[in-house]
């Protein structure tokens, strides 16, 4: 049909032998559903003892849309210093529209394959300069996603849950915990490195949802206000508006979402509307649980949630058992829950009234019901991953109960407790009495400092800022993939309203980024 694609298809099967001698194919459950060789579709993953996953995804569609697509995806082992490699390629009959080709340090910039890589590409000159911007050169691109995908190769290994255990051995034990979350967070900050470049840092990451239904409604009410460029959009991967709510209400119900070939194909911008996609409903019924809920700073979340999914918003206090079964009331009608969108954070549980604490001790029992995330995600994917993390993107860590000694410039360093949130608890400016009154070093970290960049220019002068990404499970490519984000700018020592209560022009917003089609 064309010789663009019969050399492709040239270059798959290349691919494809190499992956066959060198490695052993992995048989995931659910997978054969999304490779269909006849229907032209083949979706394949290998490993070795070096590999963890070698990934390739073709979509044939040349006699329906005129259109041939190729991702290939090499993530090394845990203790192999390889890049992350990455191939995409997308081919029309006369020739191809897209090409990408990347190598991502893992742990090594320096590794010979990507110097190799560099190497043997130097001479090429593309006939079209595509100029980046300079934070996408510097920050978005090539680091913050790689050191996104770095983090989830450490969550995936074998090696998590026994790494993490230890952070529950002060929490209640809930049953019928999932292997994995179905959404995680991860904050970077914007910092400047030695050479005055901006440079991403990963500074927290949770387990736990964080206001995905917010910002929507934040993207909808700026473009109100503010004129937005088209072409661009705060969602990430070919997520629409439409494609990320349909995912997230999957997610959350535990519905089956059922994705065309052309909305599995992330990196597709032209995904716009929710055609595309349906949804196998679990018939379970879900809820937000919350303590107080409508007492806290994020409860526009949970309307936005309710607004968005249709889910209903529950407090602790309002839930009862019977026998396995849990239940809540609502205008005399009892109602059955089969699945907890859980926002209950358990430190803020413990520092409640008797009452309470009692209805939270519900949870413990062995319930007939699923959670979105479950409790335990909250301590193992949390500041207490962040030592086991060995990233040039990622600020050096430690557990103070395993110091060896305590650093002189401690100037250089900041305090954190494991699982406080919304910054409770940090002290930014330590003194030696302060490690030194610590009741349980186990509870706390040391965290090198991050050089927070004044980035963003202001009527009021420069702020920092954060980037927080909103990482959601991928079924058909099982892997995370980032959808949508959150900035976060201060004026203070750090990010958060404590420390910005007299500042303007601060406080939370989104990072927009031009699309390609």
């Known amino acids: 049909m064309s010789l663009i694609w019969n050399k492709l298809i040239d270059c798959q099967d290349e691919i494809i032998s190499i992956f066959d001698e060198q490695a052993t194919e992995i048989k995931e459950p659910g997978r054969d559903y999304f490779n269909r060789p006849d229907g032209g579709w083949i979706n394949r993953v290998w490993a070795n003892d070096n590999v963890r996953r070698a990934h390739i995804d073709v979509v044939d569609a040349r006699e329906s849309k005129g259109l041939w697509m190729m991702h290939v995806c090499i993530f090394p082992t845990l203790d192999n210093p390889a890049p992350i490699y990455g191939f995409d390629v997308i081919a029309g009959k006369n020739k191809m529209t897209g090409a990408f080709h990347d190598f991502s340090a893992s742990s090594d910039p320096q590794h010979p394959m990507i110097q190799g890589y560099f190497e043997s590409v130097e001479h090429f000159v593309p006939e079209k300069q595509r100029k980046l911007p300079e934070w996408a050169t510097n920050i978005f691109t090539e680091k913050m996603l790689a050191t996104g995908d770095y983090v989830n190769q450490v969550i995936q290994s074998d090696q ?36 005055n470049e901006l440079v991403p840092a990963l500074i927290e990451l949770q387990g736990f949802p964080s206001l995905f239904a917010y910002e929507i409604l934040q993207d909808q009410c700026i473009r ?62 879900t809820v937000l ?50 699945r907890i969108y859980n926002r209950i954070i358990l430190d803020e549980l413990k520092h409640q009234t008797k009452e309470i604490q009692e209805k939270g001790a519900l949870l413990e029992s062995n319930l007939d019901i699923e959670w979105v995330t479950h409790p335990h995600h909250f301590f193992r994917i ?99 993939i980032a ?26 917003s989104l990072a927009y980024f031009e699309t390609t089609n």
């Open 289 to 338: 649980l919350e303590i107080l809920p409508h007492q806290q700073k994020t409860r526009i979340d949970f309307y936005c949630t309710e607004k968005y999914v249709n889910i209903p918003t529950v407090c602790i206090t309002e839930i009862f058992t019977e026998g396995t079964h849990l239940y809540y009331e609502r205008e005399g009608n009892k109602i059955k829950i089969d």
């Open 382 to 480: 949390s500041k207490f991953l962040l030592p086991f993390l060995k990233h040039t993107n990622i600020p050096h860590t430690q557990f103070v109960d395993q110091l060896t000694e305590i650093p002189t410039a401690l100037e250089k360093y900041i305090l954190k407790p494991l699982f406080s949130f919304a910054g409770q608890g940090v002290i930014i400016d330590i003194s030696l009495a302060d490690i030194e009154n610590i009741k349980d070093p186990s509870g706390w970290i040391l965290q090198e400092k991050v050089n927070y960049a004044n980035c963003i220019e202001t009527p009021t002068g420069p702020a920092k800022a954060e980037l927080r990404l909103f990482y959601f499970w991928n079924e058909a490519k099982q892997q995370y």
């Open 224 to 285: 109100k206000i503010y004129t937005i460029p088209a072409g661009y959009s705060p969602y990430l991967n070919g997520y629409t508006k439409e494609k990320y709510i349909l995912h997230l209400e999957s997610i959350l119900k535990g519905n089956t979402l059922i994705e065309t070939k052309k909305n599995l194909d992330t990196n597709n911008q032209n995904i716009s509307d929710s055609s595309n996609n349906s949804i196998k409903n679990s018939n379970k019924h």
């Open 483 to 508: 959808t949508m984000n959150l900035a976060r700018l201060s004026k203070g020592k750090m990010i958060g309203v404590n420390y910005n209560k007299n500042a303007t022009w601060v406080g939370g």
């Open 160 to 195: 998590f849950n026994s790494i993490t255990e230890p952070s529950l051995k002060n929490i209640p034990h809930f049953p019928k915990e999932t292997p994995l979350p179905k959404c995680i967070v991860m904050d970077f900050a914007i910092t400047t490195n030695e050479q």
